[in-house]
């Protein structure tokens, strides 16, 4: 009976837990072997067979004939009378093999055995989530919710292992009930006692970028690369994506027809407000990216202390600035940059914009402007002959010409 209990015991186990065979059989053998020493002190005469298909094993002795009455260690020996009546034509000096049932080791040993091999099990399922979860760390996993309480919740995968989800890695907004379907990303992966903690997080910016390689098949198949994400969990979040190919709009692909594509996201996201932002090398461009929807009329950018001065009218400061100050902390984080606002001066207010000299400037010539942050006149004017040269790749004579052409306009 005690045979039978310790066979389902680890046959169990290997129904239920995740542990290859090799492991398994070697946990067995250990474990066989240690009751083995402690109950004959040693184990090295000792053959253990498991056949874990059956959910099976065998031990089996070895012992060597020895004459009647020079016997010295029964473990080790055996008497001539003795093996012959296993066999009538055993010698003295043979081998003898014979099998050892479980139940000989009396029911204490047995008891101790099922003890060891249950412990070396766990402890081996332990590694194994540990293992698992710490390959998974920054990957999306999705749980059921199993208990709620006040400061984190305990979620259960499909293989009902324990998850995490504390209430600072929560967005604010997230409300969850017993039996609730949750998607995060594992966060950490701790050793606490011994035992694997899993924590999972939905506010880091990681979880946004796994959720957009989800949804925007481009992502995934990395024909657009997300190059920052910046949030604030809940409220508002940036994403500068750009994209290796010419013919693929990073942004529309990302939004999608109507924002069908980012609809998913944002309904995930508790109704965050996600801005998708074409990356640009040209930090002007990048930062009036950034503060959208604000339109920029000038930038000035301090290389040395990370600086930008940003100069909007005084109409665009608000949408600039966003509700608490977010889209500018935001934008801020996204480039690199700290941003400072100003309000254009009066004098700044009788700027023109670069499409009212279409008539005296061609297309070409206005979108290469455009394309370095220069939307008027005067963002033209404040940048230097040499800087606009080198920055807009266009000829001497073609820079000289505009020059002169903005300059008359303010004389």
Request: glycine share 6%.
């Amino acid at each position: 009976m005690e045979n039978i209990n310790l066979i389902d015991t680890f046959a169990e186990f290997k129904e239920l837990k995740n542990i290859d065979r090799v492991t398994m059989m070697s946990v067995l053998e250990d474990v066989f072997r240690s009751v083995l020493i402690r109950q004959y002190g040693t184990d090295e005469n000792f053959d253990v067979i498991i056949n874990i298909d059956k959910g099976d094993f065998e031990i089996w002795r070895n012992r060597e004939v020895v004459e009647d009455g020079e016997l010295e260690d029964p473990n080790l020996q055996i008497t001539l009378t003795d093996a012959q009546k296993i066999d009538t034509d055993y010698e003295v000096g043979e081998e003898v093999t014979d099998e050892v049932k479980l139940i000989d080791f009396g029911r204490r040993a047995i008891l101790t055995l099922r003890q060891n091999l249950a412990s070396k099990i766990l402890e081996l399922e332990k590694d194994h989530i540990y293992g698992k979860y710490k390959d998974k760390i920054g990957d999306i996993v999705t749980g059921e919710v199993y208990q709620v309480w006040k400061k984190e919740i305990l979620i259960l995968d499909d293989e009902g292992n324990e998850l995490i989800l504390p209430k600072s890695e929560q967005i604010p907004s997230d409300y969850f009930r017993k039996g609730d379907t949750v998607r995060a990303i594992v966060y950490k992966v701790e050793l606490r006692n011994n035992n694997p903690l899993i924590i999972l997080s939905r506010t880091a910016p990681v979880f946004l970028e796994r959720l957009f390689e989800l949804e925007i098949p481009e992502i995934f198949d990395g024909l657009i690369t997300i190059k920052n994400i910046v949030r604030v969990p809940g409220e508002r979040a940036k994403v500068a994506v750009e994209s290796y190919d010419e013919r693929v709009d990073p942004v529309g692909a990302c939004v999608g027809m109507k924002g069908s594509r980012i609809h998913g996201i944002v309904r995930e996201l508790r109704n965050e407000n996600i801005d998708v932002i074409n990356y640009s090398a040209n930090t002007q461009l990048y930062i009036k990216r950034s503060l959208n929807p604000a339109k920029i009329l000038d930038i000035k950018i301090n290389e040395e202390d990370k600086r930008a001065e940003v100069y909007l009218k005084p109409d665009e400061v608000s949408l600039a600035i966003g509700k608490g100050g977010l889209n500018i902390r935001l934008a801020s984080q996204l480039t690199g940059y700290e941003i400072d606002v100003f309000r254009e001066t009066e004098e700044d207010d009788e700027d023109v914009n670069l499409d009212e000299f279409t008539d005296e400037i061609e297309d070409w010539v206005i979108d290469a402007l455009k394309a370095i942050g220069c939307d008027t006149a005067k963002n033209v004017l404040n940048i230097s002959r040499s800087d606009l040269i080198k920055r807009t790749d266009l000829e001497e004579e073609t820079i000289d010409n505009v020059l002169n052409i903005l300059k008359s306009e303010f004389e």
